[in-house]
T-cell receptor
């Protein structure tokens, strides 16, 4: 069974304090690993898709990396507006096109 | 581009009534739509996958007679919660996958519908 585990569950940072969120996965054939941002009461907002180990993608203060077992979402010099829940999800070779989500990391950036 | 809308954004209903939630892809054709449910401080759990013009595929433990899904066109899918009970109160989110973006595995999520059953 596909499993996606995110850590930490919650993270509180000071503005400008860089950190990383972790997403570890156990799947049968990875077709893609996705990062989403979700604000309270809203649907997930797409951030990145990673397909193979060694791949990296960046967007503003965010950088996502992928290995064969985990992915990291690095947040450089975060601002209060980066506060949200960050969700990791995978799609696998099973033929299912739906995503399997991790439980998310709730990030709070204090000014 | 790739905008998905949901209606209503929130709904309150009495126990025993039925509620319909619409999911629309506004600027693309969605061959596949997915319905997820999210309880407070938990992640998204897939309920069912629907393909345009065919029956939905439900996840284990999801009652197909209680959660009716219709995907009648390439831009609209509906989820009807029949005979709703308080335990059905949740945040329902749909996502859509565009035919031309299948190879990129992209899914676009709607803003969600908050259902409260009294």
């Amino acid at each position: 069974e596909d499993q996606v585990t995110q850590s930490p569950e919650a993270l509180r940072l000071q503005e400008g304090e860089s950190s990383s969120l972790n997403c570890s996965y156990t799947v049968s054939g990875l077709r893609g690993l996705f990062w989403y941002r979700q604000d309270p009461g809203k649907g997930p907002e797409f951030l990145f898709t990673l397909y193979s180990a060694g791949e990296e993608k960046e967007k503003e203060r965010l950088k996502a990396t992928l290995t064969k077992k985990e992915s990291f979402l690095h947040i450089t010099a975060p601002k209060p507006e980066d506060s949200a829940t960050y969700l990791c999800a995978v799609r696998t070779d099973t033929g299912r096109r739906a995503l399997t989500f991790g439980s998310g990391t709730r990030l709070q950036v204090q000014p | 581009g790739a905008v998905v809308s949901q209606h209503p954004s929130w709904v309150i209903c009495k126990s025993g009534t039925s509620v319909k939630i619409e999911c629309r892809s506004l600027d693309f054709q969605a061959t596949t739509m997915f319905w997820y449910r999210q309880f407070p401080k938990q992640s998204l759990m897939l309920m069912a996958t629907s393909n345009e013009g065919s029956k939905a595929t439900y996840e284990q433990g999801v009652e197909k007679d209680k959660f009716l899904i219709n995907h009648a066109s390439l831009t609209l899918s509906t989820l009807t919660v029949t005979s709703a009970h308080p335990e059905d109160s949740s945040f329902y989110i749909c996502s859509a996958s565009a035919a031309e973006r299948v190879k990129h595995n992209e899914q676009f999520f709607g803003p969600g519908t908050r259902l409260t059953v009294l």
